[in-house]
T-cell receptor, first 116, second 113 residues
Framework: AQKITQTQPGMFVQEKEAVTLDCTYD???????LFWYKQPSSGEMIFLIY??????QNATEGRYSLNFQKARKSANLVISASQLGDSAMYFC?????????????FGSGTQLTVLP | KAGVTQTPRYLIKTRGQQVTLSCSPI?????VSWYQQTPGQGLQFLFE???????NKGNFPGRFSGRQFSNSRSEMNVSTLELGDSALYLC????????????FGPGTRLTVL
């Protein structure tokens, strides 16, 4: 079984500053994927970034980067130069990269508020 | 490419009724997964369909069922609705299998009165 822990229920950041959202995971599978999704108040889950367990380098997508520390089972999301539109709920998720059945296990989420 | 579409977006039902939700995945995607999101339980996996076959199922009662058609569109059905079934139901379209990526639709918000 897989488990995702997000210990920050809420975070505040000043506009244009960087912010780190924490995520730790627990899985016994040797091959897995780590995801971050953004969920605005409208409800849609927006894919942000992906990290494979065998990827040597940290994933980056524009202002988003994933700080992957495999030994610590940590996959923190870093948002650089925060914008007001970044205010949303952020979910960390993991999946087994079995190539067959797909199932994401989500954390409880972090509510990020960007202050002007 | 068009994104994942879900219909209806909002639904109000009463206890004991049944409901059917629809999801159309991204063109070319053959995997469709369903998730339930509630304030108390968070995001929970319901089931996944691939090429018209249920490939994986979460821990939900038999009142929750689904199916997938040959064009990859999927429906989920909830029978004998309970108040606790009020939730946002999200559908995810399966992309590159090498990355297990999933792209979500806007969701259907179900309210059971």
């Amino acid at each position: 079984a897989q488990k995702i822990t997000q210990t920050q229920p809420g975070m505040f950041v000043q506009e244009k500053e960087a912010v780190t959202l924490d995520c730790t995971y627990d899985t016994s599978d040797p091959s897995y994927g780590l995801f971050w999704y953004k969920q605005p108040s409208s409800g849609e889950m927006i894919f942000l970034i992906y990290q494979g367990s065998y990827d040597q380098q940290n994933a980056t997508e524009g202002r988003y980067s994933l700080n992957f520390q495999k030994a610590r089972k940590s996959a923190n999301l870093v948002i650089s130069a925060s914008q007001l539109g970044d205010s949303a709920m952020y979910f960390c998720a993991t999946s087994i990269s079995s190539g067959s059945a797909r199932q994401l296990t989500f954390g409880s989420g972090t509510q990020l508020t960007v202050l002007p | 490419k068009a994104g994942v579409t879900q219909t209806p977006r909002y639904l109000i039902k009463t206890r004991g009724q049944q409901v059917t939700l629809s999801c159309s995945p991204i063109s070319g995607h053959r995997s469709v997964s369903w998730y339930q999101q509630t304030p108390g339980q968070g995001l929970q996996f319901l089931f996944e369909y691939f090429s018209e076959t249920q490939r994986n199922k979460g821990n939900f009662p038999g009142r929750f069922s689904g199916r997938q058609f040959s064009n990859s569109r999927s429906e989920m059905n909830v029978s004998t609705l309970e108040l606790g079934d009020s939730a946002l139901y999200l559908c995810a379209s399966g992309g590159d299998p090498a990355y297990n990526e999933q792209f979500f639709g806007p969701g259907t918000r179900l309210t059971v009165l």
